[in-house]
């Protein structure tokens, strides 16, 4: 759980990063980026001994670097058409799909206490985002996709944990998520500036980092409580961006972050 924790606060650390990068970098080049130089990162853990891969259930495997790319490009289409504050509400209704394909696929029952925390962790994301939702276009459509191949990914990243372990794991996104963002981002890859270089092996860094840490988890963290400490991203993210950025904090900013929290401390009370 407590793995889950700082992986949630570190990908709010890789989401500030994104939108500072976003500024001289195409979000198309900053995904290949990430997956490309995180399966590097990787491969060069292996090549020391520091880590091992082992590919027991590669059907799986595959599956899952699959979709979790997907997700990701779906998101980035969504952004483009939508606002920002749509898509990530949109983004954060994955732990409802997550959870339900947990109970369907993997047994785990659906507790009233876990849902109603969801539910709270939930409404937490739409006071931090305030969506509008001012008009309906193929965007929205993209972001509710983001949203079932990324609670897809999770179920299949927790099933994966009895067999793999979180390098193996790790390393399926990381080479399959290249292979679509070099799709994607063909003929926008351009060479960064130096202080742009450095930024984007930062927040390769922590995202590869933020990774590994999740997909450990989820061996001894079930689908529900984990997606519910996940949504910690958001607010770390907007409190970067107020510090860093100059922006402000809103009452909106506030009473979300308070859901969210709130939320995760009940379950980690519950299941201390």
Not at 142 to 160: E, K, P, S, W
Request: aromatic content about 16%; some cysteine.
């Amino acid at each position: 759980m407590y793995t889950m924790l700082i992986a949630a606060i570190l990908f709010g650390v890789m989401a500030f990063l994104v939108k500072i990068l976003s500024h001289t970098i195409s979000p198309e080049e900053i995904v290949f980026f990430r997956f490309f130089l995180g399966a590097l990162s990787i491969l060069f853990f292996v090549i020391i001994r520091f880590a091992k891969l082992r590919f027991n259930n590669k059907r799986l495997l595959v599956f899952r670097g699959i979709i979790g790319s997907v997700a990701i490009v779906f998101f980035f289409k969504a952004i483009k058409l939508i606002p920002v504050s749509d898509a990530v509400v949109l983004q954060f209704s994955y732990p409802i799909f997550a959870t339900v394909f947990a109970a369907i696929f993997l047994d785990e029952k659906l507790k009233l206490s876990s849902v109603i925390a969801m539910f709270v962790a939930f409404v937490g994301i739409v006071f931090i985002s305030s969506p509008v939702f001012i008009q309906f276009n193929i965007g929205y459509v993209h972001g509710i996709a983001a949203a079932v191949f990324a609670g897809a990914a999770i179920v299949a990243t927790r099933r994966l944990r009895r067999t793999e372990n979180a390098w193996s794991i790790t390393f399926s996104l990381m080479f399959f998520g290249t292979i679509v963002g070099f799709i994607v981002s063909m003929g926008k890859i351009a060479i960064p500036s130096p202080n742009g270089f450095f930024l984007l092996m930062g927040m390769v860094a922590v995202a590869t980092v933020a990774q590994l840490l999740l997909n450990y988890s989820y061996k001894y963290c079930d689908v529900a409580h984990g997606t519910i400490i996940s949504m910690l991203t958001v607010p770390v993210t907007v409190l970067l961006a107020v510090i860093f950025l100059d922006e402000y904090i809103t009452i909106n900013f506030a009473i979300g972050s308070v859901l969210i929290l709130g939320s995760i401390f009940y379950i980690f009370k519950k299941t201390a």
